[in-house]
């Protein structure tokens, strides 16, 4: 235990180097007067010539006695300059050194220290009888003779990079009933992207079942952002940590079961874990067209995202 609790702090100072000095899990305490001080956390989200600011108290706080407040932050200098309007109130903060302060003229004010956040899966250790298909080692570039896509990057960090507009990439090997697929992927930030713009590239299962991939970092989500099945529903909770950061899916799949004639007699069902929180669970996929058995398909939608530590428990 004391190896891994060493691994995460190294891990979580390089991902500090990494990220923005600002992006990023903020957690600490909403004073909503003299007397009363709930936990709160908050998001600060990169979008180009601005960061969305997302503070809020947690879930355990009665829904009337809560608070959600949303502004904006302009870099001026070493500090992130926070104002704006929320909740019916002026609000006005900077977050400097790791540290971020908002308050509105009436006293009440929110302080946080910013938290390096990391899956507590990444870096998890292919059990005995797993099917390795990308074979992590930390400084060594990965065997990629288990995928059919040969324009994609196999690089010295350990990861498999998409080659944009090169096309998806497929396992040689085919699946059906999947006990453990653990797969880790990292988003480039896009600042200055939206939406379905912003680090988009989707997991297949059986090459037809897709579990969306994208930076949805501080956003409410709908079924179309990370965790999704896309188009068909959207997670429970928002577990996306912030781009640059390893995060980790763990997904169970229970292939379609088909009759001799290839009707559906039931639907496909999947779990799907995202950086160790439970998004979906045992969820029907009701789809236009079923297959009982596939490969993986990592998808290209045109961005450089990352790759690691791929293997599957069938």
């Not at 235990?1 to 991902?15: G, K, Q, S």
């Not at 324009?151 to 497929?170: F, Y």
């Not at 950061?245 to 009707?263: E, H, K, L, N, V």
């Amino acid at each position: 235990m004391r190896h891994i609790v060493c691994l995460a702090l190294i891990l979580a100072f390089t991902t500090s180097l990494w990220a923005g000095p600002f992006m990023g899990e903020y957690e600490g305490t909403f004073h909503a007067d003299s007397k009363t001080a709930l936990k709160a956390v908050g998001k600060v989200v990169d979008e180009g010539d601005r960061h969305r600011v997302v503070l809020y108290t947690t879930p355990e706080t009665p829904i009337d006695q809560g608070a959600y407040v949303e502004i904006s932050g302009q870099v001026e200098g070493s500090e992130l300059a926070l104002s704006g309007r929320s909740g019916g109130y002026g609000w006005k903060g900077q977050i400097q050194d790791g540290t971020l302060t908002a308050k509105t003229e009436y006293g009440q004010f929110f302080e946080m220290k910013k938290i390096e956040s990391k899956s507590p899966n990444a870096g998890l250790k292919p059990p005995e009888n797993a099917v390795v298909l990308l074979a992590y080692e930390a400084g060594k570039a990965p065997d990629l003779s288990n995928w059919t896509n040969a324009a994609w990057v196999a690089l010295p960090d350990g990861s498999m990079q998409i080659t944009p507009k090169r096309g998806a990439n497929r396992t040689k090997q085919q699946f059906g009933d999947i006990k453990q697929l653990h797969i880790e992927f990292w988003l480039p930030l896009e600042p200055k992207e939206r939406g379905q713009g912003r680090a988009n590239s989707g997991v297949y299962l059986a090459d037809t079942y897709e579990v969306q991939v994208l930076d949805s970092f501080g956003l409410v989500e709908t079924s179309g952002d990370c965790g999704s099945l896309y188009n068909i529903a959207r997670p429970r909770v928002n577990a996306s940590l912030p781009p640059e950061t390893w995060q980790t899916y763990d997904i169970t799949f229970r292939a379609p079961r088909m009759d001799a004639s290839g009707g559906v007699t039931e639907l496909p069902r999947i779990t799907v874990v995202h950086n160790g929180v439970k998004i979906h669970d045992n969820l029907e996929i009701p789809m236009a067209r079923h297959r009982a058995k596939g490969a993986l398909q990592l998808q290209d939608h045109g961005h450089k995202i990352q790759f690691r530590n791929i293997w599957v428990v069938e």
